[in-house]
């Protein structure tokens, strides 16, 4: 069975900086299409980032030139790496692996809490 | 954000049969992309429900059922339980902004 474990959340003071892990277990993330999809505190799911198996990049609207999606193939993990944080960046940041062809998110990891106050 | 517009509360009585809206428009749903279902239970991560509008995973009871037509989803619980009190959220892809999902719904049973 596919397994997602995502760590490096915590507690970080606005402007400051985090890098969130994915590891995943039994498939390849970098032949696969891999999100981040955060849940911020009692709000619904946001959509923030995606990588294709090819290795492009897109983002929401409200973190493009804030984090940066990337992956290490020898560690089979997925990375989001979070800069000049914000308040409204709190919540609960989980990684999922995409079917691209209906973008259907078949398998998410338990989530990682990020909060963002000084 | 959410370009995808659910009720943000539905309620039933067990037995009954509820149904959640998922509203889209011409560059998501109505654009013919395919319209997925999750649930979620508080604290935790979301769980597939219904893909490509109207499948049901192995292991999802046959009282949830899902259909769309034109921009619109709906996802349908008939014979409600007090297991199914939980967080709905519909989801599709969008040419404009990529992935979007639902605002949400939360069902309560009665």
């Known amino acids: 069975e596919v397994q997602l474990v995502e760590t490096g959340g915590g507690l970080i003071q606005p402007g400051g900086s985090l890098r969130l892990s994915c590891a995943a277990s039994?498939?390849?993330?970098?032949?696969?299409?891999m999100t981040w999809v955060r849940q911020a505190p009692e709000k619904g799911l946001e959509w923030v980032s995606i990588?294709?198996?090819?290795?492009?990049?897109y983002y929401a609207d409200s973190v493009k030139g804030r984090f940066t999606i990337s992956r290490d193939i020898s560690k089979n993990t997925l990375y989001l790496e979070m800069n000049s944080l914000r308040a409204e960046d709190t919540a609960v940041y989980y990684c999922?692996?995409?079917?691209?062809?209906?973008?259907?998110?078949?398998?998410w990891g338990q989530g990682t809490l990020v909060t963002v106050s000084s | 954000q959410s370009v995808l517009t659910q009720p943000p509360s539905v309620s039933g009585a067990p037995g009954q049969r509820v149904t959640i809206s998922c509203t889209g428009s011409?560059?998501?749903?109505?654009?013919?992309?395919?319209v997925h279902w999750y649930q979620q239970f508080p604290g935790t991560a979301p769980r597939l429900l219904i893909y490509?509008?109207?499948n049901r995973p192995s292991g999802v009871p046959d009282r949830f059922s899902g259909s769309k037509s034109g921009t619109s989803a709906s996802l349908a619980i008939t014979g409600l339980q007090a297991e199914d009190e939980a967080d709905y959220y519909c989801?599709?892809?969008?040419?404009?902004?990529?992935?979007?999902f639902g605002t949400g719904t939360k069902v309560t049973v009665l």
């Open positions: 999922a692996r995409l079917r691209f062809s209906d973008w259907l998110h078949d398998s």
């Open positions: 039994r498939f390849t993330v970098s032949s696969s299409y």
């Open positions: 990588i294709y198996s090819a290795g492009h990049t």
């Open positions: 011409s560059s998501n749903i109505g654009a013919g992309y395919d």
């Open positions: 490509g509008n109207d």
């Open positions: 989801q599709s892809y969008d040419s404009s902004v990529s992935g979007v």
